[in-house]
């Protein structure tokens, strides 16, 4: 027991000798774990797009004994529909998985366009740089451009990286709300 109150009074020694910035610093390492937890479970659109179809499925298509008693008896609804074993495997296993798959590609094609119209913006802006610097940010180009060319990234990694260029060369800031919501509808 001595040895917790011991340990207690150092941790509340330890507390009395922080400054104001000192707790500022805290502080915003506390909120940066929270914002990191909270954020790390919300579940990208094709995992939300599988949630809802397969909770329609298990609506419709399924009911627990209680209810299918009460449901025998007239005093609730139950399942709407029976199908056989094999239809309601279909229904709950690759529906969903159809769901995800069809939502991650619609989302992707639509990340794609958000990403060329960014960086057509970012190309404009970076048009307006001095010499000096659109011309690293043209070697470094002709550079993504070899790279490619050599095997060494595929298309979309050249995309990418070409659209970071961009970004970084534009010397506009992505908004960390809207890098959130891309990561999640990409995720």
């Given at each position: 027991?001595?040895?917790?109150?011991?340990?207690?009074?150092?941790?509340?020694?330890?507390?009395?000798?922080?400054?104001?910035?000192?707790?500022?610093?805290?502080?915003?390492?506390?909120?940066?774990?929270?914002?990191?937890?909270?954020?790390?479970?919300?579940?990208?659109a094709s995992a939300v797009a599988a949630l809802l179809v397969g909770g329609w499925v298990a609506s419709t298509f399924t009911t627990s004994p209680i209810?299918?008693?009460?449901?025998?008896?007239?005093?609730?609804?139950?399942?709407?529909?029976?199908?056989?074993?094999?239809?309601?495997?279909?229904?709950?296993?690759?529906?969903?998985?159809?769901?995800?798959?069809?939502?991650?590609?619609?989302?992707?094609?639509?990340?794609?366009?958000?990403?060329?119209?960014?960086?057509?913006?970012?190309?404009?802006?970076?048009?307006?740089?001095?010499?000096?610097?659109?011309?690293?940010?043209?070697?470094?180009?002709?550079?993504?451009?070899?790279?490619?060319?050599?095997?060494?990234?595929?298309?979309?990694?050249?995309?990418?990286?070409?659209?970071?260029?961009?970004?970084?060369?534009?010397?506009?800031?992505?908004?960390?709300?809207?890098?959130?919501?891309?990561?999640?509808?990409?995720?």
């Open positions: 027991m001595d040895k917790i109150s011991d340990i207690a009074a150092d941790i509340f020694d330890r507390l009395k000798k922080w400054n104001k910035k000192k707790i500022a610093q805290e502080r915003k390492e506390v909120g940066r774990y929270l914002l990191k937890q909270l954020f790390n479970q919300i579940p990208g209810t299918a008693t009460l449901a025998s008896w007239g005093l609730m609804k139950g399942g709407t529909r029976v199908v056989s074993g094999g239809t309601y495997r279909f229904l709950s296993v690759l529906l969903p998985l159809f769901a995800a798959g069809t939502t991650a590609y619609s989302v992707q094609k639509l990340l794609r366009y958000f990403r060329e119209k960014e960086m057509e913006r970012n190309k404009v802006l970076a048009g307006q740089l001095g010499g000096e610097l659109q011309a690293a940010l043209h070697a470094k180009l002709d550079l993504l451009a070899r790279a490619r060319e050599a095997g060494l990234l595929s298309e979309n990694e050249y995309f990418t990286k070409k659209a970071n260029l961009y970004q970084t060369y534009s010397r506009k800031l992505p908004e960390k709300v809207r890098e959130l919501i891309i990561n999640k509808l990409a995720g």
